[in-house]
T-cell receptor, first 112, second 116 residues
Framework: GDSVTQMEGPVTLSEEAFLTINCTYT??????LFWYVQYPGEGLQLLLK?????DKGSNKGFEATYRKETTSFHLEKGSVQVSDSAVYFC???????????FGSGTQLTVLP | AAGVIQSPRHLIKEKRETATLKCYPI?????VYWYQQGPGQDPQFLIS???????DKGSIPDRFSAQQFSDYHSELNMSSLELGDSALYFC???????????????FGNGTRLTVT
């Protein structure tokens, strides 16, 4: 079945550090890929998405590139802020289904 | 902009009781999804509805049922509650077929259910 494997957390960084959260997936066909962010006590918010190979999703300084050859969708940000502290979920949506499969989430804490 | 509204935000029930969670999707969204997120866990898909018909079913227990009404809001009914049902329940909505693929899911803030 379809699955998403995320880098285990928690991840603790200093402000302005470089962030990478690894995400790899297993799926038949060509799924769409997403990163969602969850702030404490809130629902999941779409951060960025990519719908085909080599697409780059970007938002709020975060980027991720859909790499079909390595089945990866790693999240990166060049300079993190304290306000980026949250849980980040990688997710995929296969074209055959109307649902998302999530990774296990990565807790990010950014220290001032 | 209008978001997905869930009610109640918090709910405390005892074992063997029933609970009803409500979800009001973003206007003009025709697809609703329910997810269950246990403590420290990733969200697990329960069930979804498209145009008031069940479209996909995930790991929803037989004790749970759901439906989508004519105004597109949805309700998740949970009976014979167990301690293990304590979790955050999210509703999400999207528009159009192939939802999620080209139309990302928009999540509500969830209902935190505690079963004692």
């Amino acid at each position: 079945g379809d699955s998403v494997t995320q880098m285990e957390g928690p991840v603790t960084l200093s402000e302005e550090a470089f962030l990478t959260i690894n995400c790899t997936y297993t799926a038949t066909g060509y799924p769409s890929l997403f990163w969602y962010v969850q702030y404490p006590g809130e629902g999941l918010q779409l951060l960025l998405k990519a719908t085909k190979a080599d697409d780059k999703g970007s938002n709020k300084g975060f980027e991720a590139t859909y790499r079909k050859e390595t089945t990866s969708f790693h999240l990166e940000k060049g300079s993190v802020q304290v306000s980026d502290s949250a849980v980040y979920f990688c997710a995929l949506n296969p074209r055959s289904a109307r649902q998302l499969t999530f990774g296990s989430g990565t807790q990010l804490t950014v220290l001032p | 902009a209008a978001g997905v509204i869930q009610s109640p935000r918090h709910l405390i029930k005892e074992k063997r009781e029933t609970a009803t969670l409500k979800c009001y999707p973003i206007p003009r969204h025709d697809t609703v999804y329910w997810y269950q997120q246990g403590p420290g866990q990733d969200p697990q898909f329960l069930i979804s509805f498209y145009e008031k018909m069940q479209s996909d079913k995930g790991s929803i227990p037989d004790r749970f049922s759901a439906q989508q009404f004519s105004d597109y809001h949805s309700e998740l009914n949970m009976s014979s509650l167990e301690l293990g049902d304590s979790a955050l329940y999210f509703c999400a909505s999207s528009s159009g077929q192939g939802a999620g693929y080209n139309s990302p899911l928009h999540f509500g803030n969830g209902t935190r259910l505690t079963v004692t």
